[in-house]
């Protein structure tokens, strides 16, 4: 589990000064848990399409990823 203010952290020093548009952008992580690390780097890629991809061991995590980016992305 990635604390939040980490994912945070990671998302925008990663994703934070990329430009609008362009490509499609491939984010995975390889140990999602439930979401956080995938929920941070959506939401620091405004303006680009993105395709999220998280991989876990566990399966009640993998559930609670989709629904934490499911219920954020109403």
Known sequence: HT???VAEALA???LGELPEG???LS???PAC???VLLKAALLHSAGQSVRLTGCDTDPVG???A???LRC???
């Open 66 to 68: 989709e629904l934490r």
């Open 3 to 5: 604390p939040g203010p």
């Open 62 to 64: 993998l559930i609670l």
């Open 12 to 14: 925008a020093a990663t």
């Open 33 to 35: 848990g439930t979401g």
């Open 27 to 29: 984010i995975l992580d």
């Open 72 to 74: 954020w992305a109403l």
């Open 22 to 24: 362009g490509t499609v």
